[in-house]
């Protein structure tokens, strides 16, 4: 959710900022802008809409610096447009700014009476107009942005410039990711990794409360009484061309194709003698509570159902955004389970410090190394799907609900709901079977494609159903295919449909039925008969299994390959995830970057 990129070094900017933006477009945005900043002053160009517009507008000013910084907005504080677009300036600095300032009124209102105006609707201004007027004061930019910092509520990634030191970039951050790096070739501050990737791979996680000074040749941390930090470099393990869509299409298709090696590298770190190890967890524990945003709650849900299912051990799973405002019953002994791809999303980063000011210990399913989540809760496990870049998340959820069946089989084994064998069966169906069925999945990849199209071209509305499991799958494949494909669709477990929203059936509605619960199986086939004599277009989803043993009422079948029951909803995952993909891409839509969607949601 909004982009940074900032560079001081011996080359060009102009390159190296639209390069770095175009790397963070996957964040989502609705317009884009740079300030250039040389001995000739500091020069603004922004564009709303794509950053081609920016790129165009800024190659026909003629434009070249050594320093700047760029940025990607997603409107929260006024529409997009080319006014609202950052960066945000006085005649002493310009800004760019991620999260949001909460107090901004409260600090207009201050300034205005000091004499400054307001040309834009964004709470960023307020924090430009802030850190000027302690400029003023003091002349010094580090005391200025210490100072207005104090002053801000909300949360902040700030990359600044001031018109007296062209050369340098001033950075900080609250409750918002930012990096800072040393290349070869200058100094840089990011966003997110793939912006500094063709530079670098050594990067530092810029801390709270402190301010990170670039120059060409220099990166220098300050603590906010003046004083000289140091910070731990940490390297990134991806290459950029894993940051790349490498021959496919789309990041979201070739991010599919990666599920099979995703699993396995998160599965594999987590296993001791052929048994998956959470030692670090308390052996008694109360209640288990899953707290996630989006696709990460629906993994959530499936970790409800595999731990269940397997330990008989209660677990509530919520939404982030609902958990941290309710007052939610927490004991001492319970265990508070933060499932995130990046690891900064807001509402799940509150909820994880609700819990932990609450007493509860906290564990984080985080993607994203040294991610705020991760560092913030008393345990974190890495998911190994690498860079997620496309908007919709698929091989994160896939890895998730892996890492917590994983959980589930460990519980389960622990109180002793599983004897040895039988968990060390299941933990190797992870690693070896699982995959292996996703990867047989990916190769019907096109047949998908034509159903996908054939489902979808023209429909306005669509219906997932299911039940157990399968239910679980239907929330997710429905966000999946709204979010890019635009269809309104709508999951609902198979039982109650006939409790209100079958109304809602009608001639050619399409339906797609999912069957990977055998012992289901009869209850889904009576759902598909009834929304089938409503005129409803049939697509079951089944397993080998429950294809070979019941006659399924449905115009078109997927079959997906035949591994132990508990585990075929995995490659029935992958098909739903290739179906919304295929629906958006035979729309010609921008699969990778949704409209009004950001990759990581970082304010509330
Ligand atoms: O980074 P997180 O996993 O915390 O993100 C949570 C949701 O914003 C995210 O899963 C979102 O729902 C997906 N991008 C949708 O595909």
Known sequence: ???????????????????????????????????????????????????????????????????????????????????????????????????????????????????????????????????????????????????????????????VVFEKAPDTIYAMRKDSPLIVAMSECGGLIASDIPAILPYTNNYFRLEEEVLAVLTKDSVSFVGKNGESLTQPEETVSWSVGEAQKSGYPHFMLKEIFEEPEAIRKTVTPRLVNGLPDFSMLDKDIGRIHIVACGTAMHAGLVGKTMIERLARLPVNVEIASEFRYRDPILDKKDLVVLLSQSGETADTLAALRHSKACGVKTLAIVNVIGSSVAREADHVIYTMAGPEIAVASTKAYSVQCAIVSLLAIRLAFDCGKLDESEAKRLTALLINEVPAAVATVLKKSEEIGKIAKNYTEGAEHLFYIGRGADSDLCTEASLKLKEISYIHSEAYAAGELKHGTISLVTEGVPVVALLTEHKLAEKMISGIREVKSRGAHTLAIATERIKDEFTVPCDDMIVVPKIDPLFEMFPAITVLQLFAYHASATRGLDVDKPRNLAKSVTVE
């Open 1 to 159: 959710m909004c982009g940074i990129i900032g560079y001081t070094g011996t080359q060009d900017a102009v390159p190296i900022l639209v390069g770095g933006l175009t790397s963070l477009e996957y964040r989502g945005y609705d317009s884009a802008g740079v300030a250039l900043a040389s001995d000739d002053g500091i020069k603004i160009v922004k564009s709303k809409g794509r950053i081609e517009n920016l790129s165009k507008r800024l190659y026909d000013t003629g434009y070249h610096a050594p320093c700047g910084i760029g940025h990607t907005r997603w409107a929260t504080h006024g529409e997009p447009s080319d006014k609202n677009a950052h960066p945000h300036s006085t005649e002493n600095l310009s800004l760019v700014h991620n999260g949001i300032i909460e107090n901004y009124d409260e600090l207009q209102e201050r300034l205005k009476s000091l004499g400054y105006t307001f040309v834009s609707e964004t709470d960023t201004e307020a924090a430009v107009k802030l850190i000027d007027l302690y400029y003023r004061e003091s002349g010094d930019p580090v005391k200025a942005m210490f100072s207005a910092a104090a002053e801000i509520r909300g949360s902040f990634a700030f990359g």
